[in-house]
């Protein structure tokens, strides 16, 4: 791709090797000689006629050393089959071209013009004798031969020029004219002590602005690559509409170089992908501009100086480093744990940990504590704040009955023994709307002993043993404790209490779900007990995973991704092309090979702050454990923790930094995904996680989840790739069916319950429920039909406009879901009564929306676009404005990564009021 293909090579063969034999052919046949015009002068303009047997030799003598020769030579009556060639003698090279010139098969052009470059210039091999300085200080004798293999007599004209200020320093503007035939450069010398300048090129919009060509930065030797095939041998190039801009700095050209450029005969180059495959489509289009007078364009070339000293660009550097490791040591501070009390924290020794007390914390933390309106929320740190909660379970040990049914030989000390126990309870079946009143039901019980397991543990699980019934039937389970081997036949006191403790907790997850179908009869609000139906153990085995699985993927997906783009950057290196790369060119500061450096370093705030978010969430598991040995039931009250979808959306804000920094090595169309993946992981993680929060069942397993999110990829992939408006349509039928049973989802919460396996079952189940109309949350409509109305709006829109890449659109969507889902999830928290928004999550709310707001704003200037060509992407590259050394993509950056942290804390803290709060009084929105 970088090299030259065949084509190319085709064409240097027949611009450089076919004239030069030519020329030979013709000197060495006997009884030629060519006319010659000796003394030439510049500036006039010679019209002859050239013939096989008569060609012609114009000998110029250029006094100064330091200008540049322009010839221009035209032949309107030269054809393909008989072209004249012009051969340029020179005492270090020869330059030769034809006419007319045929630009990739297609473009013949009558009228060329080239320049010779100065002959102080050193040659490819730098090596000047000091005769030969000598001649070059009295001045420089060329010769310019005209050359054919027509017997017809072809008229031709030319014209030599000198161009006296070819050699240009310090900070010039220049406004140069450019075309396909006639190609332009400059000579530029950097100033004394200079290390790094911008070459930037500005089109006049009033003469061809917007047509496709090339800036290349050359050595300054000759002879100089001032066409498309040599362009790409030497230096470094980029294509250009517009504007473009290339860094140099003094160790790459020794301070001295050319600046080129050159007008394509066509705009293929230079067009997106969807208008060039049209083009391609119809080759036959490339022909509407081939005239050698239409493809003119101007320019103008100025030269910037960005050479930052080593303190500034130490403070460029260290300034966001400082400010988010700043905040990061702020807010560990805040949290007023020790260094010990962390170490503890992190390895989940629960000894070395010491619950929050009103003692121990500030009183602006407490302060943060109290409701908007100043009502004071029970610590949830605080065992006292769950002591109302034991008057709805019993104590006594006398509810459970043990018998120890083995044989007489297994009750020796180390034997197994398999315990049957019976646990009776009295129930109330009546209508009667108090659930605590209960009439006799038996549930059977059964514990066996662990032969292996040691004396001072245990561990307690319980599954169902059949699918649950409906209220009037019973529903047995089968719990299995593992206990410590029991001696001389007796159960000790502390498990007893186990049994005793489990029992309770089967018996109170039997009452609530069948009060289920009594409270929708009575047109009750929907409580989360009453779709709970998973146990606390199973809710964070499948939270947990998300984590895991997290790391695993992002292990094996960011290895290979930081290898290709490192590959990409060495390739633009070596070969000079930069069209590779889709960099903001005018604010793109190298640092080692990285080329654009400062977007790369803009994304250590992802890292610090997902690293930080994931420190708060470990410190409350870590709390969290430590409480529950002071309060056992605690799984029974408040929102499930769902600790392990916090730690994925910390990880995933972690590798959205790495992975962004990834694509900025070398952002291209080739590896956009590189930096939207994780975008779709936080907006979907983000939004299961808000949702999950009212309906702890439903929550998919990690695999499944991840699957669905990857398949979100490879929809945005393959839309990208193919850019079909039948992709399109296809994408939005599906995605309007999928919003319509989202929607009914949410209106029918508690009736109709969705899941990836049971969709017909679920709904044959909602056809034979004994729900009315009356007993609907008709508030959930409202949510319900936003939520459809938007993404139908998406699904119409996107295929007729097409505003965005389907990428983008695609990201869009999810955002729209969930900005549409957390208004209506915030809406409902406040209007709910007994529930209360705490001070600190409306402080966090506070925080993310400027960083939000402003962040957008810098993201929405579009200073790149990979979706559209390199050159199409350099029309919004803007300068730095910060430091001299970021633009807006890395403030926006910087912001967002606030953002997205005080987004996470604001959900993290958002339902702290109902932590104490039993899960029967939780309303399900």
Not at 26 to 43: H, N, T, W, Y
Not at 123 to 133: A, H, K, L, W
Not at 551 to 560: A, D, H, K, Q
Not at 607 to 618: D, E, K, P
């Amino acid at each position: 791709m970088l090299l030259i293909n065949q084509k190319q090579k085709r064409q240097y063969c027949m611009h450089k090797v076919i004239p030069i034999l030519l020329f030979f052919t013709v000197v060495s046949s006997e009884g030629i000689v060519p006319l010659r015009v000796d003394d030439a002068a510049f500036d006039k303009v010679y019209e002859k006629d050239v013939t096989y047997s008569s060609p012609w030799a114009y000998t110029y003598t250029n006094a100064s050393g330091s200008d540049a020769i322009r010839i221009t030579v035209t032949s309107l009556k030269a054809t393909e089959a008989d072209p004249i060639l012009i051969l340029v003698k020179r005492q270090q090279s020869v330059l030769s071209w034809q006419i007319p010139l045929i630009l990739e098969d297609t473009f013949h052009y009558t009228t060329v013009s080239r320049i010779l470059c100065p002959s102080e210039n050193p040659t490819p091999t730098g090596n000047q004798t000091n005769s030969m300085r000598m001649r070059m200080a009295k001045g420089e004798e060329f010769t310019i031969e005209i050359i054919t293999l027509s017997t017809d007599p072809i008229p031709f004209s030319i014209r030599t020029e000198t161009i006296s200020n070819f050699q240009q320093e310090g900070q010039p503007s220049l406004k140069i004219q450019a075309s396909p035939w006639a190609p332009q450069y400059v000579q530029y010398k950097m100033r004394e002590g200079a290390h790094r300048i911008l070459i930037k090129l500005d089109s006049a919009p009033e003469v061809g602005g917007n047509l496709c060509s090339f800036l290349s930065i050359q050595s300054a030797r000759c002879p100089v690559g001032d066409l498309d095939t040599r362009l790409r041998l030497d230096g470094r190039f980029q294509t250009v509409t517009t504007q473009g801009a290339i860094e140099v700095s003094r160790e790459q050209f020794n301070g001295t170089f050319f600046i080129a450029v050159l007008v394509k005969p066509h705009d293929e180059d230079c067009r997106d992908r969807q208008e060039m495959f049209s083009v391609l489509k119809s080759k036959t289009n490339w022909l509407t501009n081939t005239s050698s007078h239409e493809r003119v364009k101007t320019v103008v070339i100025s030269v910037i100086d960005i050479d930052l000293k080593q303190n500034h660009y130490v403070i460029a550097i260290v300034a966001p480093v400082a400010i988010f490791v700043g905040f990061f040591l702020v807010a560990i501070t805040l949290l007023q744990s020790s260094a010990s009390e962390w170490i503890a924290v992190l390895f989940m020794k629960l000894d070395g940990i010491t619950l929050p007390t009103k003692e121990r914390t500030w009183g602006i933390s407490r302060l943060m504590e109290r409701s908007v309106h100043g009502f004071v929320i029970p610590s949830k740190w605080d065992p006292t704040s769950y002591a109302d909660c034991h008057d709805h379970l019993p104590h006594s040990h006398e509810e459970i009955d043990a018998k120890i049914m083995t044989r007489s030989d297994s009750l020796s000390h180390g034997t197994p023994a398999r315990i049957s126990i019976t646990l009776m309870e009295e129930q109330n079946v009546s209508e009667d709307p108090n659930p605590d009143e209960n009439e006799g039901e038996t549930d059977q019980v059964n514990f066996h002993s662990h032969p292996h397991r040691n004396s001072q543990q245990s561990e307690i699980v319980a599954t169902p043993d059949v699918e649950r019934g409906t209220f009037k039937q019973s529903v047995p389970y089968i719990v299995e404790v593992h206990l410590p081997v029991i001696e001389n036949g007796n159960i000790s006191g502390t498990e007893m209490e186990s049994l005793n403790a489990i029992a309770r907790r089967q018996r109170r997850g039997n009452k609530v779900r069948k009060e289920r179908s009594k409270r929708r009869g009575r047109g009750r609000r929907v409580r989360m007990a009453d779709i709970n139906h998973k146990n606390s153990t199973e809710i964070h085995q499948t939270s947990r995973d998300y984590s895991f699985s997290l790391l695993t993927v992002s292990l094996f997906y960011s290895l290979p991704v930081w290898q290709l783009v490192m590959n990409h950057q060495g390739l633009l290196l070596v070969t000079g092309n930069e069209d590779i790369c889709y960099y903001n060119f005018s604010c793109a500061n190298r640092l080692g090979i990285l080329s654009d450096f400062n977007h790369v370093l803009s994304n250590i705030g992802y890292v610090v702050l997902g690293i930080l978010f994931l420190l708060m969430v470990r410190r409350r598991a870590a709390f969290t454990a430590k409480l529950r040995e002071k309060v056992p039931h605690i799984d029974y009250y408040g929102i499930p923790s769902q600790l392990g979808v916090f730690y994925g959306m910390g990880l995933a804000l972690v590798m959205e930094g790495v992975m962004s920094a990834c694509y900025h090595v070398c952002p291209s169309y080739n590896n956009f995904q590189f930096d939207t993946s994780f975008m779709y992981l936080i907006t979907g993680l983000t939004l299961l996680k808000l949702y999950h929060s009212r309906h702890p069942d439903i929550l998919p397993r990690s695999y499944v989840a991840y699957l669905v999110f990857a398949a979100f990829i490879l929809v945005a992939l393959v839309g990208v790739i193919t850019q079909s408006f039948a992709y399109w349509i296809v994408f939005s039928v599906f995605h309007g069916m999928i919003s319509i049973m989202v929607g009914l989802q949410i209106f029918l919460v508690g009736y109709l319950e969705l899941s990836m396996d049971n969709v017909i079952k679920q709904m044959r189940k909602l056809q034979w429920s004994d729900f009315r109309c009356s007993a609907l949350q008709w508030n959930r409509l409202v949510p319900a039909v936003l939520l459809i109305s938007i993404n139908l709006g998406f699904a119409i829109v996107g295929p007729v406009l097409q505003p965005f890449d389907f990428a983008t659109h695609l990201l869009f969507i999810l955002q729209a879901n969930l900005m549409v889902y957390a208004g209506y999830y915030f809406v409902m928290k406040i209007v709910s009564a007994g529930e209360r928004i705490s001070r600190m999550a409306c402080l966090y709310f506070v925080f993310a929306l400027p960083a939000w707001i402003v962040g957008m704003h810098y993201f929405t200037q579009g200073l790149s676009n990979w979706a559209k060509s390199a050159a199409q992407s350099r029309e919004g590259n803007r300068e730095c404005f910060i430091f001299n050394f970021y633009d807006e993509h890395d403030v926006w950056h910087m912001l967002s990564a606030f953002g997205l942290f005080f987004t996470f804390m604001m959900l993290f803290t958002l339902d702290d009021d109902l932590a104490t709060i039993s899960r029967d009084k939780i309303p399900v929105f």
